[in-house]
């Protein structure tokens, strides 16, 4: 049954959980660091932006930045992967961020279901069809932003139908029904893993290397090339998901222009685990790196937040090339696991145990972005550095919780 809430800006709901809490769901990180991106527009009071699966760790941290930027929110979430707690905080961050700025607070509302219940979907979008001057109908939603999916490499490997089914046909079943409402503005959660073995070359990824149509592009020496769509050595079926719903979301938007499809393919976000350890396993340290663990571009988690963003006002105000258009998140710059841990250690001033392990499935040595599309594109860039990353995660090791190790370092087998 669809479980429903809302927020007033006027009667925040207090979350069970200490009151230095500055993130919905690490308890840690930046939320009064900064002011709004001149990027980010005064969104209509009347219109809402919905997001699946908004309660989880990437989500949230969208979901908090959509309201700071006052956007209204819609967000679905079955819980299997979050908390209602996680709700909470973010009622009260964005309540206390408004309440800093001087300004109203947007609504947040929350249906508590999975996205692939069809009948609850269309019970909600009903709910926000609107009369128009001309009598006909419209959404109260302009768009979407889609996290909602399965993201466990080894999982995927182990049970593959389990993510066919959900992030593949539940996105063809999404996508049907946002359709029959006229909501065509779609923000797509994607992945570097897309990539696959073009990841081993050890050169920065660019976004024509993985297309769905003949591009024509400069490679890294400058050269012309043409490359054909299509994408070389995907290792797991967790990326032969996110692939296949880019090629299909590519689809649609060329059989319907009314359609405006970004997928955003991320890299490394940075975060904590949410359980206690004794050590950190380092799964591969015999790549072809320089200490020979694995390099990824780690991301923090509010810059790739800003990312969709910048990706929602881009497709809003007509600023993409294309009415479907992929875009890399990520730095540009890569480190390795071995480097991730040093700096907490510095950042935290401890020690954390860790023990070699070996290499997971699916994995590879390396992946790194090329930027520069989403920062011409989209206006977006990243500001946090690694070590900013590390200092706003070091809180929770530099007291009582020492053990708890970095998420990032634990898993980086690949891409989100």
């Known amino acids: ?4 809430q809302q927020s007033d800006a006027s009667t925040p709901v207090e979350p069970c959980s200490p009151g230095c809490v500055d993130t919905p769901a690490t308890q840690s990180s930046v939320l009064f660091d900064g002011h709004l991106d001149d990027l980010l527009r005064h969104f209509p009071l009347d219109q809402y932006i919905l997001v699946t699966g908004g309660l989880g760790f990437i989500g949230s941290h969208t979901t908090l930045e959509l309201l700071k930027a006052n956007y209204n929110v819609i967000v679905i979430d079955n819980l299997s992967n979050s908390f209602q707690i996680v709700f909470d905080r973010i009622k009260l961050l964005a309540s206390k961020y408004h309440e800093q700025q001087g300004t109203k607070m947007p609504s947040l509302h929350l249906h508590a279901h999975d996205y692939r219940d069809t009948a609850a979907l269309r019970d909600l979008l009903e709910q926000q069809q609107t009369q128009t001057r001309w009598g006909t109908t419209k959404s109260k939603i302009s768009g979407v932003i889609h996290f909602a999916a399965y993201k466990a490499v080894e999982e995927s490997i182990r049970n593959p139908l389990k993510y066919y089914a959900n992030n593949v046909s539940g996105l063809i079943d999404f996508a049907t029904t946002l359709g029959d409402y006229g909501i065509k503005t779609f923000i ?20 024509e290397l993985c297309t769905h149509k003949e591009e024509i592009y400069a ?3 400058g050269s012309e090339r043409i490359v054909q769509p299509g994408c070389t050595g995907i290792t797991n079926p967790y990326g032969r998901t996110k692939w296949i719903c880019e090629a299909i979301l590519a689809d649609l938007a060329a059989s319907d222009p009314e359609w405006t499809i970004v997928a955003l393919r991320y890299f490394n976000p ?7 350890y004794k050590e950190l396993q380092m799964f591969g340290t015999d790549w ?9 571009d780690f991301i923090h988690v509010t810059d790739l937040a800003r990312g969709h963003i910048a990706a929602l006002s881009a497709a809003n105000e007509g600023k993409l090339a294309e009415n479907f258009r992929t875009f890399n998140l990520g730095t540009g710059r890569g480190h390795s696991v071995k480097e991730v841990v040093e700096t ?3 950042v935290s001033s401890k020690h ?13 040595g390396s992946c790194v972005a090329v930027a520069a599309r ?12 690694l070590k900013d990353a590390c200092t706003n995660q070091a809180s929770p090791i530099t007291t009582t919780a020492f053990h708890k190790l970095p998420l990032v370092a634990a898993a980086p087998e690949h891409p989100t």
């Open 288 to 296: 072809d790196t320089e200490d020979g663990t694995a390099v990824r």
């Open 352 to 364: 954390i145990p860790r023990r070699a392990a070996d290499r997971r499935a699916g994995d590879v």
């Open 344 to 346: 907490m250690e510095d």
């Open 188 to 207: 797509f959660s994607s992945s570097a893993t897309v990539y696959g073995t073009l990841a081993t070359s050890g050169l920065p990824l660019k976004e």
């Open 219 to 221: 490679d890294h020496d």
């Open 1 to 4: 049954m669809d479980s429903y």
């Open 374 to 385: 989403s920062q011409q594109e989209l206006n977006w860039k990243t500001e946090k550095s």
């Open 270 to 276: 940075i975060g904590f685990m949410t359980g206690e």
